[in-house]
């Protein structure tokens, strides 16, 4: 038997330049499942992405989810994609087990914490303040080099890692400091700036972009305070869900969530395409 890969709709493309296709998964040319897969250009040359590939009850266990994973690779190479992602809910063990033996590695997982209706007090002598224009353009950039090493250091070229960069940076702060939703702060203790949080309000919920203790305050507890006060805004705002992204090997940073309560809902997984 012959599993395929058949198109349903023709090659979409969006106005930024995403490209995204439909598909069934065919055996013989029945239909068993179905796949979509997308290209965006956030880093110089496309990187693709499986968003949903499903085989009905019937036909799982035999090997069809393997081999359109493997088709879908070979339209990403068309595309142009020198990468692939996937990302897999944290129940989905079979999903898991399906991409880790086709070469996946995991990049991060995603966390988060359902609050309650009190923000959490600060630690004596702890306070946070926004942050001022002044302070704003020298983080910005060193917050965009810090971003393009850790994704140079995850197996993008460092050209397309600073493209990247460049692009994350500026869909997420088109404005600046006058974002909307945003909310970047200092967190002092006893009138020393220690750390700054980057929080993000959404619809229902919130996320944690960048939290981050000055390297010569760190070891303090202060990286606990900089999530309390993340959860103290997101409360304030009437939002009750804060996530997070963690990058695989930062086990201080996933040992200080999980510490805090925040549970693990999806792993992120990427593989190169040579």
């Not at 944290?90 to 996946?104: D, I, K, M, Q, S």
Request: charged content about 25%; glycine content about 10%; overall charge positive.
């Amino acid at each position: 038997m012959t599993t395929t890969l058949r198109p349903t709709e023709p090659l979409q493309r969006s106005t930024d330049g995403e490209l995204s296709r439909h598909f069934q998964v065919c055996v013989n040319s029945r239909p068993v499942g179905t796949l979509h897969l997308s290209a965006s250009p956030n880093a110089g040359a496309p990187v693709a992405r499986i968003t949903d590939l499903r085989i009905e009850e019937p036909d799982r266990r035999r090997g069809r989810g393997t081999v359109a994973a493997l088709a879908a690779e070979e339209v990403a190479r068309g595309w142009g994609c020198r990468q692939i992602e996937v990302q897999v809910p944290a129940t989905a063990e079979a999903a898991l087990r399906l991409v880790g033996a086709l070469g996946y590695v995991l990049r991060n997982r995603g966390m988060e914490k359902r609050l309650g209706d009190t923000p959490p007090a600060l630690p004596a002598g702890s306070r946070g303040r926004g942050f001022t224009e002044a302070e704003y353009e020298p983080w910005l950039a060193d917050a965009s080099e810090k971003y393009a090493r850790m994704w140079h250091e995850r197996g993008l070229s460092e050209a397309d890692a600073r493209e990247r960069s460049r692009r994350d940076h500026a869909r997420l702060l088109p404005r600046g400091l006058t974002t909307e939703g945003v909310r970047i702060s200092v967190l002092e203790h006893e009138g020393t700036r220690v750390g700054i949080l980057w929080l993000a309000l959404r619809a229902d919920d919130a996320w944690v972009y960048r939290v981050e203790t000055d390297a010569d305050h760190r070891g303090k507890g202060h990286g606990r305070t900089l999530m309390l006060l993340a959860e103290a805004q997101t409360i304030g705002a009437g939002r009750h869900v804060l996530a997070l992204n963690v990058f695989a090997g930062n086990t201080p940073a996933e040992r200080l969530y999980e510490s805090l309560g925040y549970v693990t809902v999806a792993h992120a997984l990427y593989k190169d395409l040579v």
